[in-house]
């Protein structure tokens, strides 16, 4: 189990796996990574019983203009379902009890350039008794705890000083991993002198079974700055009181944003951020994990990355982390090795450039060792963000589909899951109706038209004019629609985060317009979806405003990354 702790937020988090893939594990070799590959996720329409659509993403190929995408049902011939500019596209409904494969071709002009075939996927019947995961809201992920000695679960709560930093960890236990009690102190600020004046951020705690003890690991610093940069270790025998060894910092680098990474050998390894987080280190640990024996390499120099999570699927291994940016969402990026050791592949982005108003955390299976389906939560640490009253911390969960090195993953609004029977089931509010049609927008600049906005690719973005506000852009869907939910990545500039204050306009004639929603009270940054009742064909944004964090002034150009409008044909 791993347990993070930055600030006033404490999230408990369990290590666990990904997708409804029905494929055998495959070897990176360096050329593959080098093109493209493809990969889907299934998912359910809202109110429906059947999970019979695919979320196909393909990573971008330098120097591609267009990609064509094929479809081979029952390992028929592949069938061109769709020429288009993005990086993604809907495939709905397919048929229970038939088997599916996609193929993408990426072409420069009249060349092809590369083309990749996805895993198999197979569309079933959705299960009974699963559990609701709410992005819109604050929710919880239930997932089982790994902390687990003979017949007894154990999880860990911490305690701060009333004067600050920390005070106490709490153990409490249980015989059914529902019921917790039987409170006990098991460290105390008071039980080293390391401990006096901490606070502990990017907690840790694994069973180490050779040796029968709970390993506890942490990013340590004194309890009024970030000055230390040193790690910190502490272990215990399960049900006892912890024995902290020391604080250091590893081979002498500085240590900020941490996580321990335990592999199929049982060998475990260190992955920190140094040199102010522009660095990312990975030292393997000795065979009781209690200290570093080696540094194995720097895998990233000079990218400013933080909270570094690794996860193995399918024998290859994925580093997912978060761009520097204090508490506010930020891009997210993953590498991936065939070997822990490396070489590692370049930075790849992945999701939206905000990861959809988070930041990227943890990686996990939702069924623990066994399980197939990963899991992204994406930390939302609203404590830390400027101009809005929400002083909390929620996770945003995004079901995370891999394809021989490379991961994808995308936003809904709900995500149905069972730990138990490894099931993850996103849900989408309708149909997505909006992309590659016709958008218009009050200015545009030549290089980025307002089609970009639309165009199924985070990575590009439509571009207004100057600082001209108020400012529409609007997507012209081909006939009346039955509008369900509007899903809007904005831009954000780092160190000037701002949020935007809209209103989504509707009409049938492109004449006549409605308000369908008022969002000037909007006080999320970099991403929103926003659920409404409509009836049009065409669907405005009609940006109003942009306040940003820390200038009274909007110095903002009107600019969108993707729009995506999701509903159903008017009957």
Same mark, same amino acid.
């Given at each position: 189990?791993?347990?993070?702790?930055?600030?006033?937020?404490?999230?408990?988090?369990?290590?666990?796996?990904?997708?409804?893939?029905?494929?055998?594990?495959?070897?990176?070799?360096?050329?593959?990574?080098?093109?493209?590959?493809?990969?889907?996720?299934?998912?359910?329409?809202?109110?429906?019983?059947?999970?019979?659509?695919?979320?196909?993403?393909?990573?971008?190929?330098? =120097? +591609?203009?267009?990609?064509?995408?094929?479809? #081979?049902?029952?390992? &028929? !011939?592949?069938? /061109?379902?769709?020429? @288009? *500019?993005?990086?993604?596209?809907?495939?709905?409904?397919?048929?229970?009890?038939?088997?599916?494969?996609?193929?993408?071709?990426?072409?420069? =002009? +009249?060349?092809?350039?590369?083309?990749?075939? #996805?895993?198999?996927? &197979? !569309?079933?019947? /959705?299960?009974?008794? @699963? *559990?609701?995961?709410?992005?819109?809201?604050?929710?919880?992920?239930?997932?089982?705890?790994?902390?687990?000695?003979?017949?007894?679960?154990?999880?860990?709560?911490?305690?701060?000083?009333?004067?600050?930093?920390?005070?106490?960890?709490?153990?409490?236990?249980?015989?059914?991993?529902?019921?917790?009690?039987?409170?006990?102190?098991?460290?105390?600020?008071?039980?080293?002198?390391?401990?006096?004046?901490?606070?502990?951020?990017?907690?840790?705690?694994?069973?180490?079974?050779?040796?029968?003890?709970?390993?506890?690991?942490?990013?340590?610093?004194?309890?009024?700055?970030?000055?230390?940069?040193?790690?910190?270790?502490?272990?215990?025998?399960?049900?006892?009181?912890?024995?902290?060894?020391?604080?250091?910092?590893?081979?002498?680098?500085?240590?900020?944003?941490?996580?321990?990474?335990?592999?199929?050998?049982?060998?475990?390894?260190?992955?920190?951020?140094?040199?102010?987080?522009?660095?990312?280190?990975?030292?393997?640990?000795?065979?009781?994990?209690?200290?570093?024996?080696?540094?194995?390499?720097?895998?990233?120099?000079?990218?400013?990355?933080?909270?570094?999570?690794?996860?193995?699927?399918?024998?290859?291994?994925?580093?997912?982390?978060?761009?520097?940016?204090?508490?506010?969402?930020?891009?997210?990026?993953?590498?991936?090795?065939?070997?822990?050791?490396?070489?590692?592949?370049?930075?790849?982005?992945?999701?939206?450039?905000?990861?959809?108003?988070?930041?990227?955390?943890?990686?996990?299976?939702?069924?623990?060792?066994?399980?197939?389906?990963?899991?992204?939560?994406?930390?939302?640490?609203?404590?830390?963000?400027?101009?809005?009253?929400?002083?909390?911390?929620?996770?945003?969960?995004?079901?995370?589909?891999?394809?021989?090195?490379?991961?994808?993953?995308?936003?809904?609004?709900?995500?149905?899951?069972?730990?138990?029977?490894?099931?993850?089931?996103?849900?989408?509010?309708?149909?997505?109706?909006?992309?590659?049609?016709?958008?218009?927008?009050?200015?545009?600049?030549?290089?980025?038209?307002?089609?970009?906005?639309?165009?199924?690719?985070?990575?590009?973005?439509?571009?207004?004019?100057?600082?001209?506000?108020?400012?529409?852009?609007?997507?012209?869907?081909?006939?009346?629609?039955?509008?369900?939910?509007?899903?809007?990545?904005?831009?954000?500039?780092?160190?000037?985060?701002?949020?935007?204050?809209?209103?989504?306009?509707?009409?049938?004639?492109?004449?006549?317009?409605?308000?369908?929603?008022?969002?000037?009270?909007?006080?999320?940054?970099?991403?929103?979806?926003?659920?409404?009742?409509?009836?049009?064909?065409?669907?405005?944004?009609?940006?109003?405003?942009?306040?940003?964090?820390?200038?009274?002034?909007?110095?903002?150009?009107?600019?969108?990354?993707?729009?995506?409008?999701?509903?159903?044909?008017?009957?």
């Amino acid at each position: 189990m791993v347990i993070e702790k930055r600030g006033m937020a404490i999230v408990i988090a369990l290590v666990v796996l990904t997708c409804h893939l029905l494929f055998s594990a495959q070897t990176v070799h360096a050329e593959d990574r080098e093109g493209t590959q493809i990969a889907a996720i299934l998912f359910v329409l809202k109110d429906a019983s059947e999970v019979s659509n695919a979320k196909i993403h393909w990573a971008p190929v330098n =120097g +591609a203009n267009e990609y064509e995408l094929y479809r #081979s049902e029952n390992n &028929e !011939p592949f069938i /061109l379902l769709q020429t @288009l *500019t993005g990086t993604t596209m809907d495939d709905y409904d397919l048929t229970i009890g038939s088997t599916y494969r996609y193929q993408v071709k990426a072409y420069g =002009g +009249a060349s092809l350039l590369t083309s990749a075939v #996805s895993p198999e996927y &197979e !569309p079933y019947t /959705l299960p009974d008794n @699963l *559990t609701t995961f709410d992005n819109t809201s604050q929710s919880t992920l239930n997932l089982p705890n790994e902390l687990k000695a003979g017949d007894t679960y154990y999880r860990f709560n911490f305690v701060q000083k009333s004067s600050g930093g920390f005070g106490q960890m709490i153990q409490q236990t249980s015989t059914d991993d529902i019921t917790y009690g039987n409170d006990k102190v098991v460290l105390s600020y008071t039980d080293h002198p390391d401990l006096a004046n901490s606070k502990f951020e990017g907690i840790n705690i694994l069973y180490h079974a050779p040796t029968n003890k709970f390993v506890f690991w942490a990013h340590y610093e004194n309890s009024t700055d970030y000055t230390l940069a040193r790690v910190s270790v502490a272990s215990a025998t399960p049900g006892e009181n912890f024995t902290f060894h020391k604080s250091f910092r590893p081979e002498g680098n500085e240590s900020r944003d941490i996580s321990i990474f335990k592999d199929d050998d049982d060998s475990a390894y260190l992955i920190s951020t140094a040199n102010n987080n522009s660095d990312t280190i990975l030292y393997k640990l000795t065979s009781d994990w209690l200290d570093v024996e080696s540094q194995v390499s720097v895998i990233y120099q000079n990218q400013h990355r933080e909270l570094p999570k690794v996860i193995k699927k399918d024998g290859v291994y994925y580093l997912f982390s978060s761009q520097a940016a204090g508490w506010y969402p930020s891009i997210p990026m993953y590498s991936s090795a065939s070997s822990i050791d490396g070489e590692w592949s370049e930075l790849r982005t992945i999701g939206n450039t905000s990861t959809f108003s988070a930041q990227s955390g943890s990686v996990m299976r939702v069924k623990p060792n066994t399980g197939n389906h990963v899991v992204m939560v994406a930390y939302r640490w609203m404590f830390g963000w400027a101009g809005t009253e929400n002083g909390t911390t929620e996770e945003r969960l995004l079901p995370v589909s891999f394809s021989n090195g490379y991961a994808f993953y995308d936003y809904f609004d709900q995500v149905l899951y069972s730990a138990k029977d490894d099931v993850v089931v996103p849900v989408q509010d309708g149909k997505l109706l909006s992309q590659g049609k016709p958008a218009t927008a009050q200015t545009a600049t030549g290089t980025n038209p307002a089609n970009y906005a639309n165009d199924g690719n985070y990575q590009t973005e439509w571009i207004g004019t100057g600082s001209s506000w108020p400012h529409w852009w609007k997507v012209d869907l081909g006939s009346v629609q039955e509008i369900h939910n509007v899903q809007i990545s904005w831009w954000m500039q780092k160190g000037s985060e701002g949020f935007y204050k809209y209103k989504i306009e509707t009409s049938t004639d492109n004449i006549n317009w409605t308000e369908a929603l008022d969002r000037t009270n909007n006080t999320s940054y970099g991403f929103t979806s926003d659920t409404l009742s409509s009836t049009a064909r065409y669907v405005r944004i009609h940006m109003l405003n942009a306040q940003l964090h820390n200038n009274p002034n909007n110095w903002y150009t009107p600019r969108l990354w993707e729009v995506k409008v999701f509903g159903a044909d008017e009957e």
